[in-house]
């Protein structure tokens, strides 16, 4: 690990502005992605500045019937929110698939949202990667891709974004809030905080350098029922071989809304809003899922080891709306 200087930042806007000032410097919180990377010698900062004690840990109603989450409340503490567990079950479900317990009482929100890949080129320094050093290549490409995207890669880039929470505030339509080194705010539908590789992967999110988020907010809970669904190679502390969150309401024997989100599959959350439309006014039967499935999955392309990924998404998304369905 390379030297750096270290700061705690005493407010949000001090924090962001001594970001800007300097190009080298990160943000660290719950550190679960960052150190890791920094004893590989992948990331470099010059410079940290702590904003895990700034006052952002609390979760809190809003005026509307929705939910505010600081960007520093651990993921443990919003996986057993009684709330989050009430009224935002495929938030709950999808933290508690993610990582270890041990990790869940040390990451953040905010960390969440913004971890890197864990693709094996990535982590490698001996092989080239565009989102490590732009314009080296991409060895998954023609190397062991078993675990990268299926859907919205480049040729310059097919690694996928591995956060389960992702996946659920996908799904529940999660507003992201920014302050800028000025002190501006923002507020990002999260589909739109993550960009697609093209041929820039190393631009990963909307986010100017010393932006920082303070906060997610969901809205009002969706009606009908919420299931978050995940295979891995092993039970626990294993990154989506794929994912699924839906929300499905049902009227009579018809879906009346849906909402379906994929992990594992995507360099970002991947929201299937064609299988979405597919849904709505559909009769509630298994027909209408595998159809989903098949509209979930359009324009899905493997790259030789990942191929299996494509008809396992499908299964998986139409078991997962079969299950939400029966449920509701």
Known sequence: MQSFTYERARDVREAAAAIAARPEAKFISGGTNLLDLMKL??????????????????????????????????????????????????????????????????????????????????????????????????????????????????????AVHPSDMAVAMAALDAQVETVAPGGETRTIPIGDLYRLPGTTPHMETALGHGEMITAVTLPPPSPGRQLYRKVRDRASFAFALVSVAAIVEVSGERVRSARIAMGGVAPKPWRAAKAESALVGAAASDHAYAEAAEDALAGAVGHGDNDFKIPLAKRMVRHTLAVAVKGA
Do not use: W
Not at 49 to 64: A, C, K, Y
Not at 69 to 74: F, K, L, M, S, Y
Not at 97 to 117: C, D, E, F, P, V
């Open 41 to 158: 010698e992948i990331e470099k900062p010059a410079h940290l500045v702590d904003i895990s004690r700034l006052p952002l840990d609390r979760i809190e109603d809003g005026p509307n019937g929705g939910l505010r989450i600081g960007a520093q409340v651990r993921n443990s503490d919003l996986a057993a929110d009684q709330r989050v567990r009430s009224r935002y079950r495929v938030l709950s479900q999808a933290l508690l698939a993610g990582a270890s317990g041990q990790i869940r009482n040390k990451a953040s929100t905010g960390g969440n949202l913004l971890q890197r890949t864990r693709c094996y080129y990535f982590y490698d320094r001996n092989m080239p990667c565009n989102k490590r050093e732009p314009g080296s290549g991409c060895a998954a490409l023609q190397g062991f891709n078993r675990m990268h995207a299926v859907l919205g890669a480049s040729e310059a880039c097919i």
